[in-house]
């Protein structure tokens, strides 16, 4: 059974700084991509960043590049997101995900082969 667990959500005031950890389980971690997707209210969920599998080559969102950083440690089956500089419009629920077949590049929501429940990140003004 595959579970994707995030933790480290949070209340941040903006400009502030998070760091979100995705714990795999019951998967071969090394052999997928790993990603994160957000999803805002009334909005549809979004692609935020990507790493290939040995963590070597990562692709982000345009509206978060510069900002956000994602790693992974195949010896503890985790990716990381973390994010600076946060504002308002970051304000979603944080998704982990796990693709076989797709890169970094090439993340889409609806290839995705397993997700995380989600962790709430609310960036106050």
């Known amino acids: 059974q595959v579970q994707l667990v995030e933790s480290g959500g949070g209340l941040v005031q903006a400009g502030g700084s998070l760091r979100l950890s995705c714990a795999a389980s019951?998967?071969?971690?090394?052999?997928?991509?790993m990603g994160w997707f957000r999803q805002a209210p009334g909005k549809e969920r979004e692609f935020v960043a990507g790493?290939?599998?040995?963590?070597?080559?990562?692709h982000y969102a345009d509206s978060v590049k510069g900002r956000f950083t994602i790693s992974r440690d195949n010896a503890k089956n985790t990716v990381y997101l973390q994010m600076n500089s946060l504002n308002v419009d970051d304000t979603a629920v944080y998704y982990c995900a796990a693709d076989r077949s797709g890169t970094e590049y090439s993340m889409e929501s609806y290839e995705v082969d397993y997700w995380g429940l989600g962790t709430q990140v609310t960036v106050s003004s």
């Open positions: 790493s290939s599998r040995r963590g070597i080559s990562t």
């Open positions: 019951g998967l071969t971690f090394r052999t997928y991509t």
